[in-house]
Nanobody, 123 residues
Framework: QVQLVESGGGLVQAGGSLRLSCAAS????????MGWFRQAPGKEREFVAT????????HYADSVKGRFTVSRDNAKNTVYLQMNSLKTEDTALYYC????????????????WGQGTQVTVSS
């Protein structure tokens, strides 16, 4: 089993930055692809970014491309999402997930999920 815990969310003004972390425990996630998803109130969960097990490849949703960067440190069993130039429409609960498919853009392609961390971007 893999347990994932997200952190780093908060309230930020539009144009600002946040760095989310996703710490894994229970077993190593170094062989898993890791993804970030988000869900805004009243909307479906949507794909944000994913990174292959080695960190060599990444894939992003068009809405965040050029603003968000996903990275990982397998020695620390941790994945990161650097979010720059934040917009009000980025407000959502952000989840990290571990799966065996790359690039996984669908929730069903991930086996393990964290509880989420809230990101709120004010205008």
């Amino acid at each position: 089993q893999v347990q994932l815990v997200e952190s780093g969310g908060g309230l930020v003004q539009a144009g600002g930055s946040l760095r989310l972390s996703c710490a894994a425990s229970g077993r190593t996630v170094s062989t898993y692809a890791m993804g970030w998803f988000r869900q805004a109130p009243g909307k479906e969960r949507e794909f944000v970014a994913t990174i292959i097990w080695s960190g060599a490849l990444t894939h992003y949703a068009d809405s965040v491309k050029g603003r968000f960067t996903v990275s990982r440190d397998n020695a620390k069993n941790t994945v990161y999402l650097q979010m720059n130039s934040l917009k009000t429409e980025d407000t959502a609960l952000y989840y990290c997930a571990a799966g065996t498919t790359y690039p996984g853009r669908r929730s069903g392609e991930y086996n393990y999920w964290g509880q989420g961390t809230q990101v709120t971007v004010s205008s």
